[in-house]
């Protein structure tokens, strides 16, 4: 710390290099964040491999994910209804063709023989079954309206697999529908959007020609676009609100605005110089990566705050510095530690934010140690206190209260323990339909299709299947079993190339990966495991060579291992879990936890090797920072998306017993500690 504060004095005589080194520093920074590219492809958050894409192109070609369906309700003039929207929009399609998708779930058929049937297999081989099968395959064509049947059995005439589950109609008595194809897939929600205003608009003007029916749109394009705008409008509203609301808070505490514009400059140049960094790793970013990135304000805005809150209690920016710059340096270090756990794992956006986060707060840092205190005003900063009594303002809090949240960590792990290891219950939550912005009615008309065939679920659920049927023809003759059907299908009338589709499943077939959701489950819950082992390996690590004694390592980390006892346990009674999303907020909490009581601790031995009073100043700047956090994010607890009000109520918990934790834990621990090693503070 002592080349920090020599390159403070050097820098405080050369003033005009500082002015220089800055410029020069700003320009390609500035040049970098400009040409960043942003998407929308919320696929970057799934652990998901090139391969896992592919599966995934499959998955979303045999649910049909571009098409939009029309459902009419009602008892009557359901057809009239239908044919009026189709006189406004030529390319509906009133009557369902899914010979196509009986053909894809057919060329995959070996995933739906069961194991059972394998057995009976040399029985069904036999020239004699295969003359009776192929001779039932003629009776069945014959009969009017089975050319459904005609695709099914160009894959399987030997009916290995039953046809009806397969096949099975959704129409209702009181329902009647009709499809639309969205040219630009499910997930394109720039461009869905326009179609599906256009869409809802028909359905707007035949409902009023048609009072007494339901008619509505239903479909993956139609629910990303929902969620899309569900989103831009919570976000709007929640950003709006909290910006109010914290620069209120800063206005009240800083009532200097001088103060508020340096606080806004050392975050601006973080953000910067953490736009700069990613443009260096990738052109283009998810622009929800950089939307989740804002909450990092909160993060950031710890630093500038420490500085001009400390101030106000010392007599020089020098001093100032000296006395600030230990805790900052070690909580920087530490928090973007934290961060950078997020880089090694599967997930693009993830990657992507964990590089953001770490620059963002590296930026931050080095502004707020190289060029801020050259800003600060030499005076007293004015600082309004922001007071929790509990005690006295000496944040020593009453022993009943130190160890009431003893005994309650206890219980609550307990509680956790039961939870994880009697009953099962994990903390994550891989479900992505529940974070999914749906209303009721659409929620309930896609659990209705999901219903009635899921042959993705088949295909995830027995992957052993593919290798059983590619064992069989290995130890078998395909070819002598595709002579016997050539031979009884020309003498039942069949064309020669009548069933060649069934060859190539015999001879040439090979898997088509399903897109698993299971495996993406495994891997969501094992990120969350990683998140919180590196996260705490990497924050005491920093601590013990910060402090250069494990027992104070121990001090500052015990009341992160404990929050998290709290948060799980809270967050269960609460009916919440980690999921795709917050699960971000992992390495938030960490960041946020450790700077706390990295501040308490250091604060703690201040006041023990001085006997000068400190932490008030600590704590005013910890309730601030707390404060932001809370408004910055919890704030999100008002949404209606059920991602982003996660994020909020996560928040909400998170920040609120990290807070706790960080005055309550270590002074307890201090005082114990002393007793037991009074001479070796």
Partial sequence: MSLLLRIYDCIANHRRWLWIGLIVVLLPLIGLAVSLRYNEDIMDFLPVTDEDREALAVYQS???ASRIVLIVEGDSLRDEAIDAVADRLPDLETELDISEGIAAIYSQMPYFIADSTYTRFDSLFTPQAVRAALQHDREILSIPGT????????????????????TANPLTTNRSYAFYESD??????????ALVDSLNAIAGEVSALYPDLNIRWVGAPVIAVGNARRIKTDTLLCIALSLVLIIILLAYAFPRRRDLWLIMLAVSFGWLMGMSVLRLVTPTVSAIVLGIGSVLIGIAVNYPLHLLVHQRYTTSVRQTLEEVLSPLVVGNITTVGAFLVLVPMQATALRHLGIFAAAMLVGTILFCIFVLPHLMSAEPTPVREIRIRIQNSEFRIQKYLQWGVVCITIVLGIYLFILHFAFCISPFDSRLTNINYMTPEQRADLAYFDSVSNPQRVMAEHPERADRWLSYWQSHSADSLITTVQTEATAAGFRPAAFTPFYDLIKSWRPVKAFDFRVLT???????????????????LFLWLSFR?????????????????WILALMQLFGLQFNIV????????????DDYTIFIVEGLLYEHR???????????????????MLIGIGILVLAVHPAMHSLGAVTLIGMSVVLLMATTIPPLLFRLYLRLCPTNP
């Fill in 147 to 166: 050319g459904l049947f005609s695709t099914a059995i160009r894959y399987d005439p030997l009916s290995l697999v039953n046809i009806q589950p397969l």
């Fill in 184 to 193: 630009y897939g499910g997930t394109e929600t720039s461009h869905n959007a």
């Fill in 582 to 593: 917050n699960i971000i907020l992992a390495t938030f909490i960490f960041g946020q936890g």
């Fill in 522 to 540: 495994q891997r969501l819950s094992n990120d969350f495991d990683y998140i919180g082992l590196c996260c705490s390996l990497i924050v005491f």
């Fill in 610 to 628: 001085t006997g000068k009073p400190i932490l008030p100043q600590y704590r005013q700047s910890i309730i601030l920072s707390a404060l932001i």
């Fill in 549 to 565: 004694k494990f027992w104070l390592a121990l001090i500052a980390f015990i009341p992160m291992a404990l929050s998290w006892v």
């Fill in 62 to 64: 045999q649910q049909n």
